[in-house]
Nanobody, 119 residues
Framework: QVQLVESGGGLVQAGGSLRLSCAAS????????MGWFRQAPGQEREFVAS????????YYTDSVKGRFTITRENAKNTVYLQMNSLKPNDTGVYYC????????????WGQGTQVTVSS
């Protein structure tokens, strides 16, 4: 079955950096656009960033533009989220998700990894 496994979360001070990874299995990775979402306590899950199947196009929510970078390695079935200049309101559970390319429908989700940014 399809599995998306996130890693790389943790506790970091404001201004610090983290790199999240999401390893996919059970699907043909190159056929999927990949996204990162996050959910802060008491809030709804929100879109953070996405990357098309080829890696040629990336999209970001405004609050992370210039600080976060999404990349992927199709040979390793892995998508990454490099997070720099972290702020306390970046705190939350970060999820990766897969959407069959071109559909924008994220049908597969990981279990999430906690990111906590202290002030």
């Amino acid at each position: 079955q399809v599995q998306l496994v996130e890693s790389g979360g943790g506790l970091v001070q404001a201004g610090g950096s983290l790199r999240l990874s999401c390893a996919a299995s059970g699907l043909t990775f190159r056929l999927y656009d990949m996204g990162w979402f996050r959910q802060a306590p008491g809030q709804e899950r929100e879109f953070v960033a996405s990357i098309t199947w080829s890696g040629s196009n990336t999209y970001y929510t405004d609050s992370v533009k210039g600080r976060f970078t999404i990349t992927r390695e199709n040979a390793k079935n892995t998508v990454y989220l490099q997070m720099n200049s972290l702020k306390p309101n970046d705190t939350g559970v970060y999820y990766c998700a897969a959407a069959l390319r071109g559909t924008r429908k994220y049908g597969y989700w990981g279990q999430g990894t906690q990111v906590t940014v202290s002030s």
